[in-house]
């Protein structure tokens, strides 16, 4: 299908013909009536147009090609001239009409982060559905076992390269921070209530107190009263009479905090805290369990189990109902909302665009001209006499309509300045 430029073109191109013509015509049909002034007045026009439309097709066809194929000097100058006119142009618009300080100028006036920050909110559905499936994608194609077999090396230097005492120290310090000791004596008065409340642990506490009296001797009327005391005292006695002194102590401990049974119990587990790393032994065996689990052979391969059990479970949290909705859209427009309420990081922000496209601009200035000649080399001379025609040629043939209806005019005027004479 023809193009709007070509179609114009052919019409500009018919009448151009048409005015040539009928100057040729004219001059014909006036060489009869040369005595007559009118003739010879029109003659005159007719034969000024001829030459002006004759000229004037000849200057606009030597643009492209040899006029009736005769190679006449100073002919067909694009096609000879091809190079310097490729030349001429990328020289004109790397250093008159896009120069790297012009673009420069241009990039600072740009309000870039006020666009992008726009664009993000108008596209803020399609930006989270893009991360979700960036996100699925990037799960998917996730390899545990390499990445496993990438990072391993790092992970086993920087496990290595740990010093044990600093690491006890700092987890000492979170303990007591974090009051993880008070929770853990909170943790032993509810496994010691359990305990002694077990009806295993009565009877086993009874059966203990009354073969340790059993087996105690003393003299006289302490013995005599030892063994009615015995008598009288079963082991379910004893049992019961324990494990009620010892949950009221213990009961007593978990409601007051400043009780002092309970306050030497959480003296001796911080003492044994801080101690931990002067402990040699428990250095030691901490020693022996790193170099246990770095050497061993299954470590990886387990390592890379858990990885890839991460992966599934987090593509299906991603993949779940609700995830785009619930967490990616609200943080994204947390992120955008932040942003547009920060002034000062915006213009952060808009200074390093502008310094970014800057740099881009200084280092591919020199490719405008590159990527033009590439272009211009993918057309060979007809391709690109045809592209030229196609975008100009209407112009030049209005040119040639013009010449003949000027030449006619003027030779019209000039026969007239004659006859004045």
């Known amino acids: 299908m023809q193009s709007k430029e070509g179609l ?23 060489l009869p009536f040369q005595d007559n002034h009118v003739g010879e007045l029109l003659q005159s026009g007719f034969e000024a147009g001829l030459v002006g439309g004759l000229a004037d097709w000849f200057a606009v066809t030597a643009l492209f090609r040899h006029p009736l194929g005769i190679p006449i000097p100073h002919t067909a100058l694009l096609p000879k001239n091809r190079d310097r006119v490729v030349d001429s142009l990328i ?14 100028a241009k990039v600072a006036e740009l309000r870039i982060h006020e666009r992008l920050l726009s664009l993000a909110e108008e596209r803020l559905a399609e930006g ?25 090396p790092m992970l086993r230097s920087q496990a290595e390269s740990f010093d044990l005492r600093s690491v006890l120290n700092r987890v000492q310090q979170e303990i007591i921070h974090r009051g993880y000791d008070e929770q853990a004596v909170s943790f032993l008065l509810d496994k010691a209530e359990n305990l002694v409340g077990d009806p295993h642990f009565r009877q086993q506490v009874g059966a ?17 009263a030892l063994n009615a005391f015995i008598g009288y005292m079963t082991e379910e006695k004893l049992g019961t009479m324990i494990q009620n002194m010892l949950l009221n102590n213990i009961q007593e401990m978990k409601a007051n905090q400043e009780h002092p049974l309970r306050m030497l119990l959480l003296l001796e587990i911080r003492r044994m805290i801080v101690s931990a790393d002067e402990n040699p032994k428990l250095l030691e065996a901490l020693e022996g369990w790193r170099a246990s689990v770095l050497n061993h052979p299954e470590t990886p391969e387990k390592l890379a189990k858990i990885l890839d059990d991460l992966r599934h479970k987090a593509l299906q949290f991603i993949s779940g109902p609700g995830f785009e909705e619930q967490y990616v859209q609200p943080l994204l427009r947390k992120v955008v909302d932040h942003l547009r309420n920060s002034p000062d ?20 200035h020199s490719k405008i001209g590159q990527l033009i000649r590439e272009n211009v080399d993918k057309f060979d001379n007809k391709m690109l006499i045809e592209m030229m025609e196609d975008k100009i040629g209407k112009d030049l043939q209005w ?19 004659k006859f004045m004479v």
């Not at 020289?91 to 420069?104: M, V, Y």
């Not at 203990?208 to 005599?224: P, R, T, Y």
Request: charged share 15%; hydrophobic share 55%.
């Open 128 to 152: 989270s559905a893009a991360v979700v499936s960036m996100a699925e994608y990037g799960l998917r194609q996730l390899q545990p076992a390499q990445v496993v077999e990438w990072i391993y």
């Open 399 to 417: 040119i040639r309509v013009n010449g003949a209806v000027c030449g006619f005019l003027i030779g019209i005027i000039l026969q007239g300045i």
């Open 208 to 224: 203990m107190a009354a073969e340790a009296l059993s087996k105690l001797q003393v003299n006289g009327l302490m013995q005599l």
């Open 8 to 30: 114009w073109m052919g019409q500009a191109k018919h009448a151009a013909t048409v005015s040539l013509v009928a100057m040729g015509a004219g001059f014909l049909a006036t």
């Open 91 to 104: 020289s004109a618009i790397e250093n008159d009409l896009l120069t790297e300080e012009s673009l420069k």
């Open 345 to 364: 990081l915006m213009d952060k922000v808009q200074i390093w665009l502008q310094s970014q496209l800057s740099r881009l601009i200084e280092a591919n």
